[in-house]
Every structure is written in C-alpha cells, then in structure tokens.
Nanobody, 123 residues
Framework: QVQLVESGGGLVQAGGSLRLSCAAS????????MGWFRQAPGKEREFVAR????????YYADSAKGRFTISRHNANNTLLLQMTSLRPEDTAVYYC????????????????WGQGTQVTVSS
C-alpha cells in the first residue's frame, strides 16, 4: 500500500501559478504510475495529468496542456504539479493518485488516493 498527502493548494488570482505536492509513504514510490485529478463543485472528478514509473513519460488532459507540468522525484517520494496561467475554471479540489498496474496509464481507476487540496482561482 501507499499513503498519499497533497499540499500546496490555496487562493490565487487568474493568471497566477501554484505548485502542488504529493508526498507518498509506504511501498516503493517508483513502482506506481502517478496521476493528478480534480473535482469542481457539482462536477465529476476529472483527469488532469499522469506520469509513468520513471518519470520519462507524461500525459495531460487538453485543459492542462501547455499550462501544467507533472513531475516526480522518486528519490524523495514526491509527485509535483506545477500550474501556471491559472483560470477560474481550474478551481477544484486536486487529488493525487497512485496505481502500480500498467492499465493505470489508460484508465482513471486508480487504487490509492490522497485526501485532496483545494485550489481556488479568483477572476
């Protein structure tokens, strides 16, 4: 198992930046595909970005392309999401998630989830 704790959320003006962190503990971090997801009020949770075990391959939702960067540091068990050019529609609770199986690259059905961190973008 792995335990995930997100941090770094907050209130930012439109056009601003935030960096979210996800600290992992438990089983070897490098054995998991990692993802960021978000859920806005009244909406379903949606995929934002994912990164493979080594960090050499990433994939983004269209809404995140060009603005967000996912990265990982396996040496210190940390997943990051650098968000720039933030928009009010980016307001949501952001979750990191982990799954060791290769299918995690093709689905949003991850085994392990953090508790989330709130990101609010004001206009």
């Amino acid at each position: 198992q792995v335990q995930l704790v997100e941090s770094g959320g907050g209130l930012v003006q439109a056009g601003g930046s935030l960096r979210l962190s996800c600290a992992a503990s438990g089983r070897t971090f490098s054995s998991y595909i990692m993802g960021w997801f978000r859920q806005a009020p009244g909406k379903e949770r949606e995929f934002v970005a994912r990164i493979n075990w080594s960090g050499g391959n990433t994939y983004y939702a269209d809404s995140a392309k060009g603005r967000f960067t996912i990265s990982r540091h396996n040496a210190n068990n940390t997943l990051l999401l650098q968000m720039t050019s933030l928009r009010p529609e980016d307001t949501a609770v952001y979750y990191c998630a982990a799954d060791p199986r290769p299918r995690a690259w093709y689905t949003n059905d991850y085994d392990y989830w953090g508790q989330g961190t709130q990101v609010t973008v004001s206009s």
